[in-house]
């Protein structure tokens, strides 16, 4: 059976007895699970205000909003089963661009271009089947093969691991004489002064004793797994009523009742393997269509356990014992690991779970593939952490799959970010997943670039070295030659081949009976052969036009660069100004080619849900982008450019009495903090601490600190209220665009002033008219001001709110990617993971 009571488990697992699991605990965890229905959330689930942004991602698409009912994942009462829920998304997602994707290719061209317009429509019913199909192969997949290991290197591996545990734990010693303990650092006991006896663990043996008894050979217990040969499919069954007999039985499977139906699987032949996948696939979507009543199975109460169970069974349970409790145990011990699937008390999945759904093996270690080439991905904080995950990824493939689909892992909860398959990019008209193919290989051909870089640098090196030692060898040989019967060396020859009558240079060097010219010192074989040949003198020497190297005068080849001797002094300075053109021309290639790969600009349109409420359902548009500073010129030039008077926010104070002092600027001076909307999720609003100066500086718009004046005079009119300091708006009247979620008001006054006792002091009841801590009315003091993200002062904005309530999406994005992307939210529709 592959569910055993918890005491068996506990026994299994050498885990020994645990207070996180009563039977009370228990049923707690099976009621959750089997209470989760796979039932897509719908748009009426959604914040109404989210509906307008959602319109905004599909403005290019040409479509409404409810072309998006289709991507939108499972509703998800209470957490607990998010892991299997948002891994079961993904996989459908995928499943969806393969679905969308082949039926472009059946019903239209073969150009991309053409997809957007491409309006395929989906069962969603038949996509679920695929999914479950899709994990329960991948499970199989992942134990085709045998697994063998051995039982006792692996237990001596954990004694060995838990007595250094023990030793390190250990704080004090007793002393074999006086029986007084002592701490752990003592070399000697405290009381009686005397050393503590020292253990002998091993016996010297003359290494020449023939007599010794040879070392006893080390034991082995040999454990075998079988390969998957069959696909289980659990159905049926309900839940068992809580009773005093089942609490003993700690709900033994036997109560559920279900029924388990096996499809043969057989992965052994190499040779058709994809067409065996493809095969087993479509039989195990057969009989999830026709062999039972699937609404019933796998949609509505009950679904989510069977099909953990049906993973499990296909995948083997002792197989699953062994990734959880014992494979890779030298890599990650226990005390960093996860030994379950569902962790108790409450019910969460584990990243094994999710390992299991995803990559079909539940083991802590986790090798990733190649980028782009696995159909979805995963993206976690800390995938290198088992301290904090329980398991360890190698590599970074799962965050580059071939579809922009993952399921992201947040502390403790799952979600999925994607992009739809007839999405149409917003800054150049692109489909969505060419957009993303060109990021992802920019991305992952930058560590390549770099390696080919080095690897051009070193060779050129190595070439440079090379001709600087031929041209020095070059110029010793020639120097050899000069005062070859003054130092009466000979330089080393080279052997000639015997069947070729070799030719000797006066130089000393044997050349083969085909060169023409001497490898020693570069003579010319007509000129070296010569009866009393003529050997160079130091005036007779030429100037290589390309590399300047002096060469002898018989020398037809340049010993520097090996460009060919120029006949005429004409055609030298005719060689000269080609070698100078070509020089610049391949500069100016290098320098094009150098400023077309920094200018770059890739960005990809993304959606995250989450089921989970009180933030979900949710589903909240984001775009990453890559822009370097070569590329991006606009944003560049709109920073720096320099902020007028006119273009700020301004009002009339008519509490000043100097005439030329009446227009005020407002003027931001610090972020005090970010609060929620009252009227709608996942909205926020910031406060800030605000003046008004007479005086006006023009300043750059990234250093600005001014409010800039709203476009539309229309928008204008119905928030103009909220941007007075010296009144509170009125809140009576229901505004849709903005509202004021404070139930105070700050004293702009107290806040800002150089007293810190009435700092904080200052805040203040609304229907107070005079601050509390100073006493200064709110026309005199000021009140703060609690503005929309986009309202904020540019500099308070980019140096603040985006460093210290950056998206948690963001940053995420921005850790896996390794800070190669930017990320950029919407403030009315903010992603929650």
């Given at each position: 059976?592959?569910v055993?009571t ?7 697992f ?11 605990k ?5 009621q ?6 796979l039932k ?8 109404p205000n989210?509906?307008?942004v959602l ?5 290019r ?6 072309a ?10 209470k957490?607990?089963?998010c892991?299997?829920v ?9 499943c ?10 059946q019903?239209a ?5 053409d997809?957007?317009k ?5 069962d ?7 999914s479950i199909a899709q994990?329960?192969?991948?499970c199989?997949k ?9 039982a006792?290197?692996i237990?001596?591996?954990?004694t ?5 545990a023990?030793c ?5 010693w007793q ?7 002592n ?7 405290s ?9 002998t663990?091993?016996?010297n ?6 007599d010794?008894?040879p070392p006893?050979p ?10 998957c ?6 159905t049926?069954g309900?839940?068992p009523?809580?009773t005093?007999?089942n ?5 033994n499977e036997?109560?559920?009742g279900?029924?388990v139906h096996a499809?043969a ?10 067409e065996?996948e493809?095969?087993t ?18 949609i ?7 099909i ?5 069974l296909?995948?083997?349970a002792q ?6 409790v014992t ?11 996860d030994?379950s699937?569902?962790l ?8 094994n779970?999710v390992?299991?759904?995803l990559f079909?093996?539940?083991?802590p ?19 290198i952490?088992p ?12 965050e580059?799959p071939?579809y922009?689909v993952w399921?992201v892992?947040?502390?403790?909860h799952?979600?999925?970010?994607f992009?739809?398959?007839?999405h ?9 997943l060419?957009?993303?193919?060109a ?7 930058d ?5 080919q870089n ?10 440079s070295?090379?001709?600087t030692a031929?041209a ?10 000069d005062?070859q ?7 080393l020859?080279?052997p000639?081949?015997a069947?070729v ?5 006066p ?5 083969a009976?085909?060169?023409v010219?001497?490898?020693g010192?570069f003579?010319?074989?007509?000129v070296a052969?010569e009866?009393t ?39 030298s300075?005719?060689a000269t100004e080609?070698?100078k ?14 400023q077309?790969?920094?200018?770059v ?6 959606l995250?849900?989450n ?13 990453i982008?890559?822009?370097?500073e ?5 944003g ?13 926010l ?11 002092k ?5 003027k931001?001076?610090?972020l005090?903090q ?5 009227q ?12 008004l100066e ?9 250093k ?5 004046k709203?476009?539309n005079d229309e ?11 010296k ?6 009247k229901k505004?849709?665009r ?6 105070k008001?700050?004293?702009c ?9 009435k700092k904080?002091?200052g805040?203040?009841?609304l229907?107070?008219a ?15 001001l609690?503005v ?9 904005r980019e140096?603040k709110?985006?460093k210290v309530y950056q998206n948690?999406?963001?940053?995420l994005?921005?850790?896996r ?12 529709c903010?992603?929650?993971i």
């Amino acid at each position: 059976s592959c569910v055993a009571t918890i005491e068996e488990q506990q026994d299994t697992f050498d885990i020994g007895p645990t207070q996180s699991c009563t039977p009370d605990k228990f049923y707690d965890i099976l009621q959750l699970w089997w209470r989760q229905p796979l039932k897509l959330a719908s748009l009426d689930q959604l914040p109404p205000n989210h509906l307008d942004v959602l319109q905004q991602y599909l403005s290019r698409d040409s479509e409404d909003v409810g072309a998006l009912s289709k991507y939108i994942g499972f509703y998800q009462p209470k957490n607990g089963t998010c892991g299997l829920v948002a891994a079961l998304h993904c996989i459908y997602l995928s499943c969806l661009w393969d679905e969308c994707i082949q039926a472009y290719l059946q019903h239209a061209s073969n150009d991309m271009d053409d997809m957007p317009k491409f309006k395929p429509q989906f069962d969603s019913q038949a996509l679920l089947r695929t999914s479950i199909a899709q994990a329960l192969l991948t499970c199989a997949k992942s134990a085709s093969k045998p697994l063998q290991y051995d039982a006792l290197q692996i237990e001596r591996k954990k004694t060995s691991t838990s007595a250094s545990a023990n030793c390190s734990a250990k704080t004090t010693w007793q002393c074999v004489h006086c029986k007084a303990e002592n701490a752990a650092e003592n070399v000697f006991c405290s009381e009686c002064f005397k050393e503590p006896e020292q253990q002998t663990t091993t016996t010297n043996v003359d290494a020449m004793d023939i007599d010794a008894a040879p070392p006893p050979p080390i034991a082995t217990e040999l454990h075998s797994i079988a390969e998957c040969k069959h696909i289980f499919i659990v159905t049926d069954g309900q839940l068992p009523l809580q009773t005093k007999d089942n609490d003993l039985l700690f709900y033994n499977e036997s109560l559920f009742g279900f029924n388990v139906h096996a499809i043969a699987y057989n992965n052994n032949d190499s040779n058709n393997q994809q067409e065996s996948e493809s095969d087993t696939l479509q039989r195990i979507e057969q009989f999830l269509a026709t062999n039972l009543d699937f609404n019933a199975n796998f949609i509505d109460d009950g679904c989510c356990v069977r099909i953990l169970l049906s993973l499990i069974l296909t995948h083997g349970a002792q197989r699953c014992e062994f990734e959880l409790v014992t494979d890779e145990y030298e890599q990650i011990v226990r005390q960093f690991r996860d030994e379950s699937l569902v962790l108790g008390p409450y019910g969460f999945c584990s990243q094994n779970l999710v390992n299991l759904m995803l990559f079909g093996d539940c083991r802590p270690i986790i090798s990733a593939p190649p980028a782009l080439s696995y159909p979805y991905g995963f993206l976690g904080h800390d995938v290198i952490n088992p301290g904090a995950t329980g398991f360890y990824q190698m590599g970074y493939g799962y965050e580059y799959p071939h579809y922009p689909v993952w399921v992201v892992l947040s502390g403790t909860h799952y979600t999925t970010l994607f992009a739809t398959p007839t999405h149409v990019q917003q800054h150049n008209g692109q489909h969505v997943l060419d957009s993303y193919h060109a990021m992802i290989k920019w991305m992952t051909d930058d560590d390549k670039k770099q390696q080919q870089n080095n690897n051009n640098n070193n060779n050129n090196v190595s070439k440079s070295d090379g001709d600087t030692a031929n041209a020095a060898a070059a110029q010793s040989s020639s120097n050899t030659a000069d005062s070859q019967q003054q130092q009466q060396k000979q330089p080393l020859a080279l052997p000639a081949p015997a069947s070729v009558q070799a030719w000797k240079c006066p130089c000393g060097f044997s050349n083969a009976a085909d060169h023409v010219i001497c490898a020693g010192c570069f003579l010319d074989k007509s000129v070296a052969t010569e009866s009393t040949p003529q050997l160079p003198s130091a005036a007779a020497k030429w100037k290589c036009a390309f590399c300047a190297f002096e060469n002898e005068a018989t020398h037809v080849f340049c010993s520097g660069c090996f460009m060919e001797k120029p006949s005429t002094d004409v055609e030298s300075n005719r060689a000269t100004e080609h070698h100078k053109q070509q020089q610049q021309q391949q500069q100016q290639v290098d320098i094009d080619a150098k400023q077309e790969e920094e200018k770059v600009h890739f960005e990809v349109d993304l959606l995250c849900f989450n089921g989970l409420p009180p933030s979900g359902p949710l589903l909240a548009p984001l775009s990453i982008h890559i822009i370097t500073e070569e590329q991006d010129d606009a944003g560049k030039q709109h920073r720096d450019r320099v902020i007028k008077a006119s273009e700020v926010l301004s009002m009339i104070d008519n509490d000043e009495s100097d005439p030329q002092k009446k227009l005020k600027y407002i003027k931001g001076h610090a972020l005090v903090q970010r609060m929620e909307s009252q009227q709608r999720k996942n909205v926020y609003y910031y406060e800030i601490a605000i003046s008004l100066e007479s005086h006006f500086e023009d300043i750059q718009n990234w250093k600005s600190p001014y409010f800039m004046k709203f476009k539309n005079d229309e928008e204008w009119k119905n928030v103009k209220e909220f941007f007075d300091p010296k009144i509170l708006p009125n809140l009576s009247k229901k505004n849709t665009r903005y509202e004021y979620p404070s139930i105070k008001w700050r004293c702009c006054s107290c806040y800002l002033g150089d007293d810190m006792n009435k700092k904080y002091a200052g805040y203040n009841e609304l229907e107070n008219a005079l601050c509390k801590a100073c006493g200064k009315p709110m026309y005199e003091a000021l009140r703060t001001l609690i503005v929309a993200y986009e309202h904020v002062p540019f500099y308070i904005r980019e140096s603040k709110i985006d460093k210290v309530y950056q998206n948690p999406l963001i940053k995420l994005l921005q850790k896996r990617f390794r800070n190669l992307v930017q990320g950029k939210v919407d403030n009315d529709c903010l992603p929650v993971i």
